[in-house]
């Protein structure tokens, strides 16, 4: 399975932010911030189309999401998951003694992961702090 | 009938555009005109269906059960009087009123109070402790600026109507030409909607932006020649051309956003940035600002600076006095160290924001938690007690601070939703009832369930071998 090693930065996106104000267990929300922007040279390294889920690994973890082509164009070598649970969920905490988590610039290894499933928001926090129960209590 | 309430102003980003329409019919938000997408979302979310009307206890398997604000203000004040060092964190999205009444109840009970700073523009205020800021307002950016550059922000996404009232497009005293009369200069590691308004892109390889501030220095020192053929992926003539554009200006104005503080280096990319400020003033005029992202987020650095002497990770533990060391007494070292042993997340997500490294300390570590906001959040899905309170700018009024530390009178255009309370009336009741359990015999006995052993966080050497 081919492995690509890139550089992530996590950031606002517009889209983020009108999801994120309409509700964070909404649909809408999922659909525009599990994914990881590439680009299409990336892509196309990884083996993979647009809309290929990806296993996205860092030092601290792991997330699946969906890859597609940078919308705001990224170079090749840097990838970007809108901030927000998915990304925060390989964003290393350590801080530089500033308080301020790494949320920008860290290693991440990216492999295609077709078949795995995308976890909804409220699974992903409830599973990482042992109150998971089994069932949406909100359904998207 | 239907009313429509004009000169509002929008509770989404710091450039609190205070010229929205609002129209209204039945206690219910018909219309919003000039407001972005994400400010419409703001005003039709407080109207749609679903909205939680009551404070709400979570179960044993799970599920929420509405409970009454007495029940919901008791537990709260119990829990901050019982613990020996709560976390008190948020206020990116509530009024300078809410966080006052904050601040005397994290006093009384000893807590550490922190704001969405601590994660978005804290090491901004670092650098600005030594090496000061020379900044403006907004006004002044768009009546005078005709150099603007955006380094490490993104507006055209994260600030959706800064671009055209501020930085690049408006009209001004004298800057009658709008758009054609200004240069602009973003630089950012992405090819950015805002990059695609500039002048001139500068694509800085990502992290590497000391590098670029530095060779601006040189430059504006004297050293040109000096410089390598390339520095942080930007050729020699590239910058030289761009020093050139900043020295013919008659005002330069630098807005600076995450891609500083986010980025290894954290406060001495800001640092040096104003340090180049500096070093453009011997030729023109320059000013730099914070792109601050809450509409609030410069509230608590104003009124909490006023309350305690510092603008965030305020440790009021001690008792005696207050006391700020950040990456000590910030809130995301202090989940990732396990040290509290109570929090509550106010107008703000800790569960989205924070890496979940550093949540699951918190949310997992069988510590009481209460998460006051309008909305479920996820903070909210893993809480003890969820407490809903009026939308600020919404349904209640109040200050707000902009970007530029300008006041802006917020205003209500609906009744709250069921009747349900502000952040200032929640936090005065809780103090209320913390000196009724406190003359009751309630004290700090450590009978919570505290903070179980952490597993410990992979030092980052190994991590990268």
Known sequence: MTVLYLNMVTQRAVEEGEAMESGKTTQKYFDVCSLVEMNADDLKALGINQNTNVKVTSECGEVIVKAIIARQTCPPGLCHIRQGVWANQVVPPRTQSTGEPQYSGFPVSIEPAPEARIVPAVELIQKACNKWNGQLLWPM | ?465
Request: proline share 5%; with cysteine; charged share 25%.
């Open chain 2, 1 to 465: 009938m239907k009313e429509v309430i004009k000169h509002v102003a929008c509770p989404y980003c710091g450039a609190c555009c205070d010229d929205l329409e609002i129209t209204v019919e039945d206690d219910k938000i018909i219309e919003v005109k000039n407001a972005c997408i994400i400010g419409t979302e703001i005003y039709h979310h407080a109207s749609r269906e679903g909205r939680v009307g009551s404070p709400r206890r979570r179960q044993p398997d799970g599920t929420y059960k509405d409970i009454t604000y007495d029940e919901a203000i008791d537990f709260t004040a119990k829990m901050l009087i019982k613990a020996k060092k709560p976390l008190i964190y948020g206020f990116g999205s509530t009024n300078c009123e809410g966080m006052a009444a904050a601040g005397r109840v994290a006093e009384d009970a000893g807590a550490v109070l922190d704001n969405c700073a601590s994660i978005c523009h804290g090491s901004s205020f670092l650098a600005i402790f030594d090496t000061g800021y020379p900044s403006c307002t907004l006004g002044e950016v768009k009546n005078r600026a005709d150099v603007v550059i955006y380094w490490g922000s993104n507006p055209a996404h994260a600030h959706p109507r800064h671009m055209s009232r501020y930085g690049i497009f408006p009209r001004g005293y004298f800057t009658g030409k709008g758009a054609r009369g200004r240069k602009v200069i973003v630089v950012d590691p992405r090819y950015t909607d805002t990059a695609r308004c500039a002048d001139h892109f500068l694509q800085v390889a990502q992290g590497h932006d000391y590098d670029l501030f530095d060779a601006f220095r040189m430059v504006m020192h004297g050293y040109a020649a000096d410089l390598p053929d390339v520095v942080a992926g930007i050729p020699k003539e590239k910058i030289l051309e761009v020093c050139d554009v900043i020295k013919a200006g008659r005002y330069v104005h630098i807005f600076f956003g995450m891609g500083l503080c986010h980025s290894d280096g954290r406060n001495h990319n800001v640092d040096i940035a104003i340090n180049l400020v500096r070093d453009i003033n011997e030729f023109t005029k320059c000013t730099i600002m914070a792109m601050r992202g809450h509409y609030n987020i410069a509230g608590p650095g104003i009124v909490w600076a006023w309350q305690f002497g510092f603008p965030y990770c305020i440790d009021l533990t001690k008792g005696s006095h207050a006391h700020m060391n950040p990456g000590e007494t910030s809130s995301v070292d202090l989940a990732n160290r396990g040290e509290i042993d109570a929090f509550i997340n106010i107008g703000t997500d800790a569960g989205a924001h924070f890496p979940i490294r550093s949540f699951e300390k918190i949310g997992g570590a069988g510590i009481p938690m209460v998460t006051i906001d309008p909305s479920v959040n996820m903070a909210a899905t893993v809480s003890d007690v969820h407490i809903p309170v009026a939308i600020v700018g919404v349904e209640t009024g109040g200050i707000c601070y902009r970007m530029d530390n300008v006041p802006i009178q917020y205003r209500a255009v609906i009744k709250p939703f069921n009747g349900i309370l502000t952040d200032e009336e929640l936090f005065d009741k809780i103090y209320e009832r913390m000196q009724e359990l406190k003359m009751a015999g309630i004290e700090s006995d450590g009978s919570w369930e505290y903070a179980a052993p952490l597993a410990d966080v992979r030092p980052v050497k190994e991590a990268y071998e």
